[in-house]
């Protein structure tokens, strides 16, 4: 990776730390990062690692993906994106209850007890697909398997478009929280 930084006072730590991130990457394809900011003192009992990402994709909602027809105590989505129908059905389970909601054929969505304009546009608006979410969880996975085995304890810290992950055997103490963000220069 080029943009690949890592901090430490011994040498052959850089160069493992290297082959590993890039073991990593290459094991998981993840896209759209600018950069990787390790810190890692053999030393310390702290290892820190800030990701930087570059955004991507953007989030769906359920105007996005489908067609409302608003009956009188009811709306019919027709699904235009069979793909999501699945994430759909459980964002609406999660918001309307699964009472209130039916799949009456293939491609339609039967909403109950929703009628009025301001309902309809509370509907319309229930996002169903946030591709940084799905992001972050790559993110926070890479860190994870860059960091040393044993460092159980771990702190997750999300800013913009980048992730910092702190991690110890030992509980996190504020003095590290603060080093590794001077160190990382982490602006939350």
């Known amino acids: 990776m080029e943009k690949l930084f890592i901090e430490s006072e011994d040498k052959h730590a850089v160069e493992a730390y290297r082959q590993i991130v890039d073991y990593v990457l290459n094991d998981m394809s993840v896209k759209s990062l600018d950069a990787i900011h390790i810190y890692a003192d053999p030393t310390a009992l702290f290892f820190s690692c800030r990701v ?3 955004r991507s994709g953007t ?16 709306v019919d989505l027709v699904i235009g ?5 699945a994430d759909m059905l459980r964002k609406l389970w999660d918001v309307y209850g699964q009472d209130r909601v039916e799949q009456s054929e293939r491609q339609h969505i039967i909403v ?3 009628s009025n304009d301001a309902d309809v546009e509370k509907l319309l608006d229930v996002m169903v697909v946030d591709p ?3 992001f972050y969880e790559q993110l926070i996975t890479l860190a994870v ?3 040393p085995v044993g460092f159980r304890v771990r702190r997750v810290e999300y800013a913009g478009d980048s992730v910092l992950v702190i991690a110890s055997e030992k509980t996190i103490e ?3 929280i603060d080093y590794s963000k001077e160190k ?3 602006n939350s």
Do not use: A, C, H, M
């Open 112 to 114: 109950k007890g929703v």
């Open 132 to 134: 940084l979410e799905d």
């Open 81 to 85: 994106e069979e793909r999501y129908l």
């Open 145 to 147: 398997d860059i960091i």
């Open 59 to 74: 989030p769906l909602k359920i105007r996005d993906l489908s067609t409302e027809r608003v009956g009188e105590e009811d």
């Open 174 to 176: 504020k003095e590290w």
């Open 184 to 186: 990382l220069q982490w």
């Open 52 to 54: 930087d990402f570059e």
